[in-house]
């Protein structure tokens, strides 16, 4: 056997261990792509590099299907699995596109790998909002996980006097305004942390991610979803509110990242030492930490949608 052959195959090996390991761990498993994405240009093409990617949901997906067998035809239970797969297909289908576009750019190749999840996400935030009995029949599974659940986490008495059916429905508000910026933000954080491998030893690696940024004609998206949001606020349209809260707050998220790269690039700019992963991580862990983040999460985007007019990096 070849030795390029005998390395596919290792490179394929681990990829599909280490994915379906880290899956299975609570603490990890929104990172499952990242050994596919990272092994991914080890092969000799993309399309070597989607077995591993199609292995994978065949053991998440495929197994799972296999094993409930009969139950299948139980309504409820079926469309339970179709939203409960919703993260996990969508993240492989993203992964699957973003090997393929590998000659693309970044912001091409994140946009492409996050159209299906936009797409599956609405179809089933529509299906959901209908009176159907499939919807109804997946709403009172999930009703009843949510009560399952409520006395584990927060024992009899809930926080701030809510009840079992409030928190179901604040948790299925939550979902259908941020099912998309959740899958952009695990999927991009997934590819961000597989470049970064791939690219560790790569300087001008570290110069592009200072330097990313938006289209400027994508700040038209982000100030028309959120005059959207603002008219749903008004007039209640729960579909069109759905998809402008989506759009606005996923808008956000990419401009929040493209003002972790301005200050990044201020930051090497005054000294050309500074480890640009390293900015963007600690970047990250104040967006994360309780009482400071409010500060980054506000001002992040509005650092980076202001980079539409202002040139901090121009005239740096």
């Given at each position: ?19 379906l390991?880290?899956?299975?761990l ?12 990272f ?14 990617v199609?292995v ?13 067998g009969?139950?299948?035809?139980d ?14 297909v969508?993240?492989l289908?993203?992964a ?16 492409s790998?996050?159209?299906f ?5 609405m ?25 399952v659940?409520?006395?584990p ?19 299925v ?75 606005a ?28 992963s390293?900015i ?12 400071v ?24």
């Open positions: 056997m070849e030795r390029q052959t005998v390395a596919m195959i290792r490179s394929g090996v681990l990829a599909v261990g280490i994915s390991f880290l899956y299975q609570a603490a990890s498993s929104m990172l499952f792509v990242v050994p596919l994405l092994f991914a240009p080890q092969f000799p093409s993309p399309r070597w590099a989607l077995i591993p199609a994978v949901w065949v053991l998440i997906v495929g197994v799972q299907l296999a094993g409930l009969g139950y299948l035809r309504v409820s239970v079926f469309t339970a699995l179709l939203v409960g797969f919703y993260f996990p969508s993240l289908v993203g699957a596109i973003w090997i393929m576009l590998q000659q693309r750019r970044l912001f091409a190749r994140l946009v790998a996050s159209s999840a936009a797409l599956f996400g179809v089933l935030v529509w299906w959901l909002s209908g009176d159907s009995a499939s919807a109804q029949a997946t709403a009172t599974v999930y009703r009843d996980l949510v009560e659940m409520v006395v986490l927060f024992g009899e008495q809930l926080p701030l006097g809510m009840t079992a059916e409030a928190l179901f429905q604040t948790v508000s939550l979902v259908r305004i941020g099912f998309f910026p959740l899958f952009l933000g695990q999927f991009g954080f997934s590819a961000y942390i597989s470049e970064l491998m791939i690219h560790r030893r790569d300087e001008s690696y570290q110069i592009r991610m200072s330097h990313w940024r938006l289209p400027d004609n994508a700040v038209w998206v982000f100030l028309g979803s959120w005059m959207v949001v603002l008219i749903t606020l008004i007039v209640d349209i729960p579909l069109l509110a759905s998809f402008a809260w989506n759009a707050l996923a808008c956000s998220l990419l401009y929040m990242v493209q003002g972790m790269a301005i200050l990044a690039f201020l930051v090497r700019k005054r000294n050309p030492g500074a480890n640009v390293r963007f991580f600690l970047a990250f862990l104040l967006v994360m930490l309780p009482g983040n409010v500060v980054f999460v506000l001002g992040l985007p509005i650092l980076g949608v202001s980079e539409t007019w202002v040139g901090y990096r121009k005239f740096a």
